[in-house]
């Protein structure tokens, strides 16, 4: 059962890919509905909406920071952001899960969002490119030295993997791309 940080954002999209992927999936609200899972998505939306509903609860805030212990977590656009060690915005919460720094809303407004293709370079499949879409999408600006770059699109840094959780700071979800979801929780 892998779970769907479920406060804010696009969560339907992600139980929509693991339905497709065979992998059962449930909505997560607060610290309860952590037990149980193989795996945590955080998806796209509002960092700082999702940060202030989090942010009411601190015991589901070092729950989510002690599943990522040893379960993993794939975070989607927002979610790398919360994922992130920096993100240089005090309305933002950042979980320290990934030692990535990034700068939000760094493609421009709204207006600015694309779809595009993105080259998937991971260690554990042929390289490969998969759609993703860009929706006032964050950048990363410094990656710390246990990351790895899995994604990259016009040699910009747009996925990482650290141990056993990924993050993009794009949305494949949205174009129907499984891969990502498929690596971070079957392997
Ligand atoms: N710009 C949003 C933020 O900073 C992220 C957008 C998204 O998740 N698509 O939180």
Known sequence: ???????????????QILN???????????????????????????????????LRDQ???????????????????????LMSKNSFDKKVLNMNILDVEVNRNAYGRQVHS???????QCKS?????????FIRAPKITSIGKDVEIICKHNNEIVGVKEGMHMAVTCH????????????????
Do not use: R
């Open 1 to 15: 059962m892998v779970g769907v940080l479920a406060l804010q954002g696009n969560f339907a999209s992600h139980i």
């Open 114 to 120: 694309f779809d595009d293709s993105i080259n998937l």
């Open 59 to 81: 015991s589901f805030i070092d729950g989510i920071k002690f599943f990522s212990d040893n379960k993993p977590i794939f975070g989607t656009c927002a979610g790398l952001i």
């Open 172 to 187: 494949p979800e949205l174009q129907n791309e499984t891969l990502l979801h498929k690596l971070c929780f079957k392997g």
């Open 125 to 133: 499949v042929k390289s490969q490119s998969i759609k993703a879409s």
């Open 20 to 54: 497709e992927i065979g992998l059962d999936s449930t909505l997560v609200k607060n610290l309860e509905d952590l037990s149980n899972l193989q795996g945590l998505i955080l998806p796209g939306g509002e960092s700082t909406t999702m940060s202030n509903l989090l």
